[in-house]
């Protein structure tokens, strides 16, 4: 059973960094069977993905468009666990955040349990 | 992007009807589409992946089906811990992107 425990702040400044950790067990963030997710949902965005990191020899990253330029997902190996760096958030970047599990055809089986991160001074 | 689009974005209901949700793609995506669960405060659930494929645990009056841009997701004999939003997603291509949703509510 794979277990997906969040963590970070729920209040970030405008233009600082948004920083969230989700942290695995059950399964490694450099299998080869897997990729590493992180969504959102909000009322306005609805739910949306924003990017991934999973290890296929070496490192591998895919960010949506819209947070390109701003995100970053880096894993740490040594205590299995990836995070979300978003910089310069604004109060659109205010929504509850996930990370997930893909495995197989497209699966996102297993989530976090959310993160609500409030933009606000 | 691929385009989700779902059907109906909500639905007056009773406990034991049967229920139908329809989830179009933009583009075809083969079968590369979940659906899923949410209910408020909590993460969404996978309930169907791979179009039709049950998830362990989740009870059989769920059921889905299709391929391409086409797709269904239907409960039969509604029970009343089945109101909730359902989101269909799909996998086939980054960026992996969802349905608008359709929020059962008693009628």
């Known amino acids: 059973q794979v277990q997906l425990q969040q963590s970070g702040p729920g209040l970030v400044k405008p233009s600082q960094t948004l920083s969230l950790t989700c942290a695995i067990s059950?399964?490694?963030?450099?299998?080869?069977?897997?990729?590493w997710n992180w969504f959102r949902q909000s009322p306005s965005r609805g739910l949306e993905w924003l990017g991934k990191?999973?290890?296929?020899?070496?490192?591998?990253?895919d960010y949506a468009l819209s947070v390109k330029s701003r995100m970053t997902i880096n894993a740490d190996t040594s205590k299995n666990q990836f995070s979300l760096h978003l910089n310069s958030v604004t109060p659109e970047d205010t929504a509850v955040y996930y990370c997930?599990?893909?495995?197989?055809?497209?699966?996102?089986?297993?989530w976090g349990q959310g993160s609500l991160v409030t933009v606000s001074s | 992007d691929i385009q989700m689009t779902q059907s109906p974005s909500s639905l007056s209901t009773s406990v034991g009807d049967r229920v139908t949700i329809t989830c179009r793609a933009s583009q075809d995506i083969n079968t590369y589409l979940n659906w899923f669960q949410q209910k408020p405060g909590k993460a969404p659930k996978l309930l169907i992946s791979v179009a039709s494929n049950l998830q362990s645990g989740v009870p059989s009056r769920f059921s889905g089906s299709g391929s391409g841009t086409d797709f269904t997701l239907s409960i039969s004999g509604l029970q009343p811990e089945d109101f909730a939003t359902y989101y269909c997603?799909?996998?086939?291509?980054?960026?992996?992107?969802f349905g608008k949703g359709t929020t059962l509510e008693m009628k």
């Open positions: 997930s599990r893909l495995i197989g055809l497209g699966v996102l089986l297993d």
């Open positions: 059950g399964d490694s963030v450099s299998a080869n069977s897997a990729s």
């Open positions: 997603q799909q996998s086939h291509v980054t960026p992996y992107t």
């Open positions: 990191i999973y290890y296929r020899s070496r490192w591998l990253y």
